[in-house]
């Protein structure tokens, strides 16, 4: 009887660790394929940033999701133009933090440091979705009032 009390115990023990380190294991594994990679996300905004400098809108028009176009033509020709007057000098990710939003579920807020020629040098929020395995920067329209503060937010 003793015997059998003692094998139970060691049985229970087992199963305990088994099912802890198998915790721990998904739950590494699970979060790591969630988040972003920070060297990834840092790789698309200075693909998205050399593409508007250059006047490639077709690459930066690939590398995002921009709901303030109705249409392809339409956002190719707004691309166009911005990439002649706003002459972006310099923009570098300080950070990435995940956020929930209703249509696209997590999503990563990147806070930017921009310098270009219309506005100098501001701060910046935009949201990064992960769509068919490959990140994309997400814009939306946002209502800015004439002075309006040093953050930009394009999150809802």
């Avoid at 294991?25 to 060297?39: G, M, R, T, V, W």
Wanted: aromatic content about 10%.
């Amino acid at each position: 009887m003793e015997r059998s009390m003692k094998n139970l115990t060691i049985l229970i023990l087992l199963v305990a660790l088994c099912a802890t380190a198998s915790f721990f294991f998904f739950n590494a594994i699970s979060s790591n394929a969630k988040e972003p990679d920070e060297s990834e996300i840092h790789k698309l905004f200075g693909t998205y940033f050399r593409a508007i400098k250059s006047g490639d809108v077709d690459t930066a028009i690939q590398l995002v999701i921009d709901t303030r176009w109705n249409d392809l033509k339409s956002q190719r020709e707004g691309y166009q133009a911005a990439a002649k007057e706003d002459v972006i000098y310099s923009a570098k990710v300080v950070s990435i933090s995940p956020q929930n939003d209703v249509k696209y579920g997590t999503i990563y807020n990147a806070r930017l440091n921009v310098k270009n020629k219309t506005n100098g040098e501001f701060e910046i929020i935009l949201p990064v979705v992960k769509v068919n395995g490959n990140w994309k920067i997400l814009i939306q329209p946002v209502d800015l009032p004439p002075a309006y503060s040093d953050v930009v937010s394009f999150v809802d």
